[in-house]
């Protein structure tokens, strides 16, 4: 399970100091170097750790708070809040057109769950907001992306629209739009294409694809196994795309975690949901709170 060994060290750490009747500025200190390790050992960003620890160092050692009946206890809470403004404090929810059609760009390396998650939020959007999506196959250099994507849709019951791999992604997103408008489709869900590393030529095919279709959402999907990495890659993608919002998946796996904890920091953008497994309902919302709560046990 995601989280296990932040968990068990924050908890560990934390069980020493809740029943404390009095708590000392070296205690606070000590613990402080406690979850300093835990976060840096669950591959959180150590620019992110130092902020962190900054934060909850200057509003634990406060006077209110030391000398309150249960300094143990206030402590344990302000770094839950700070955790979960850490990760972007409120659920953010995805941006939805006011006139139809909503169109939604996923976006993301090979690998990280992109196809998976345009099926899922497709599903997510059916059935919360009785939206009629549509999925375009836009990847088409990986031709088993196209009958993933195909297989996805049957299962789910949503239409896809393909046309091979023979044209252009930019040709084929530009039909699905008129598709989905003379169908009465009101979100079209745009999968792109990965690849192992970022390239020029993929951003500049992902730019000319953001010009036509114009999204009011760019979904990263990150894969939090990759723990560091999945924060660079936000930061390329953000920097590049000015991406809307990230779906973080495979969260049922045992991730260390860091890439949760980090990519809100580093790229101001909002973890909008999370993969919790490949079946097409494994798809949550991102609630940073339930989140920190889930750590800290
Ligand atoms: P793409 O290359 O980005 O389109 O990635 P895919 O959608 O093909 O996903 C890659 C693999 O990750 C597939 O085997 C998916 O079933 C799996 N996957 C995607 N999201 C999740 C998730 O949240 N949890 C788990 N356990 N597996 C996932």
Redesign the pocket.
């Known amino acids: 399970m995601a989280f296990e060994g932040l968990g068990e060290r924050l908890q560990a750490t934390m069980d020493r100091i809740k029943s404390k009747g009095k708590v000392t500025e070296s205690d606070v200190k000590v613990m402080m170097r406690e979850v300093r390790l835990a976060l840096l050992e669950a591959d959180v960003n150590f620019k992110v750790v130092k902020q962190f620890i900054n934060q909850v160092k200057e509003r634990a050692l406060g006077s209110d708070v030391m000398q309150s009946l249960t300094p143990g206890q206030q402590v344990i809470k302000i770094v839950k809040e700070e955790l979960t403004d850490l990760m972007g404090g409120d659920n953010q929810k995805i941006n939805l057109a006011n006139k139809p059609p909503t169109v939604i760009m996923m976006v993301?390396?090979?690998?990280?769950?992109?196809?998976?998650?345009a099926g899922k939020l497709a599903l997510h959007l059916r059935k919360k907001f009785n939206k009629k999506p549509l999925l375009v196959a836009g990847?088409i250099y990986?031709p088993a992306?196209i009958d993933?994507l195909e297989t996805v849709g049957k299962q789910i019951d949503i239409p896809v629209f393909n046309m091979g791999d023979q044209v252009k992604p930019q040709e084929i997103v530009t039909k699905a739009m008129s598709h989905a408008k003379e169908q009465h489709l009101d979100t079209v869900i745009i999968?792109t294409a990965?690849r192992l590393h970022i390239d020029e030529h993929l951003m500049n095919e992902l730019k000319e694809i953001k010009d036509i279709a114009e999204p009011d959402e760019i979904m990263l999907?990150v894969?939090s196994m990759t723990g560091q990495d999945a924060v660079n890659v936000a930061e390329t993608f953000n920097e590049l795309l000015d991406i809307t919002g990230v779906t973080l998946?495979?969260?049922?796996?045992d991730t260390r975690g860091g890439a949760a904890l980090s990519i809100r920091s580093v790229t101001e953008k909002p973890i909008k949901f999370?993969?919790?497994?490949?079946k097409m309902d494994?798809l949550e919302a991102f609630h940073p709170d339930r989140m920190a709560q889930r750590i800290l046990g």
């Open positions: 993301g390396l090979q690998g990280a769950g992109k196809t998976t998650t990847d990986r992306a993933q999968d990965g999907v894969d998946t495979k969260l049922d796996g999370i993969g919790m497994s490949e494994g």
